[in-house]
């Protein structure tokens, strides 16, 4: 069998959680596909399920070894040795709907499709679900809607034309590998299309309560500049929702967090508005604020005036 998609599942002490991430695979209802499981060095019993599922399922399930990189590095690993036309990404953790492949590559084929996006939930340890969106688009690309770029940046709600891969990589080392590499590969896509089904369910495992904040956040700036400067080497049309992308990301939801924090919290927002503005000095005057609610435009106008006091008291009022 030639395995029309690539499923790549990068695995790392997973050993509670993979079987059912497992078993929603080789179940599709879709069959031309080769899973690709990347066991990134674990030290636990995932390595021994993934050979249960190999003797299973022999030519379905590829087993691969290597030491410990990190998630972006185990996606690389994995593009390498895919063998699809078109790519996918699951963490190990979590699980996909029996019909998800057959129905989003049904787009591939249909539609001539670079990338495919569904819709996706978070399903908590409780059993509460919330639902993540994909975008609200039916067919577009990036000549037609740049802000195309700015939807929902996980790589696993998402079919990928492999060849899109060959000069873009996951950011190895970034705690935000898929917003320093989804943004490009949209970007890249000329057909991008949306099903509005959620087929994705992204297990959001509980964990401690983060007192302070941590200096891996401004990843997401070493993120988005990967993200500007293929765009601007490659002239795509799309550096004001780059742009925008510092706003969303850097200052909005990154301010978003303090509810998380009980220390330190006036520092960190220095350091973030500081490190904001060292990337985009006028961010305030972008187009896209415009599209903010009022009380959200307020509160980014304090945060450019440095007006953190009053910032810690909007959202402690929330």
Known sequence: MIAKLSVIVPIYNVEKYLDKCLASLVNQTMKEIE????????????????????????????????????????????????????????????????????????????????????????????????????????????????????????????????????????????????????????????????????FYNYFQRAGSIMHTPSDKIFDIYRALDLVKSYVVKNKIPCLDEVNYMFVEHGAKLTTQRIREYQNGREVFLNQNITTLSSKYPKWIKNKYINTYSKKEKVLMYLLYLRQFKLVLWLYDRK
């Open 35 to 198: 899973i690709i499981c990347v066991n990134d060095g674990s030290t636990d019993h995932s390595q021994d399920i993934v050979e249960e599922y190999q003797k299973k399922f022999p030519g379905k399930i590829i087993g691969l070894m290597k030491k410990n990189g990190g998630l972006a590095d185990a996606r690389n690993y994995g593009l390498a040795h895919a063998n699809g036309d078109y790519v996918a990404f699951i963490d190990s953790d979590d699980w996909v709907e029996a019909d998800m492949f057959k129905v989003m590559y049904q787009q591939v084929v249909k539609k001539q499709a670079d990338v495919v996006v569904c819709d996706m939930q978070y399903v908590y340890e409780s059993g509460e679900t919330k639902f993540v969106p994909g975008g609200e688009f039916t067919e577009t690309n990036v000549s037609n809607d740049p802000l195309i770029i700015t939807i929902n940046n996980s790589a696993c709600n998402k079919l990928f034309k492999r060849s899109l891969f060959d000069d873009v990589k996951f950011p190895k080392g970034l705690w935000y590998e898929d917003l320093g590499c989804v943004p490009i590969v949209l970007a890249k896509a000329n057909k991008i299309v949306k099903v509005n089904h959620v």
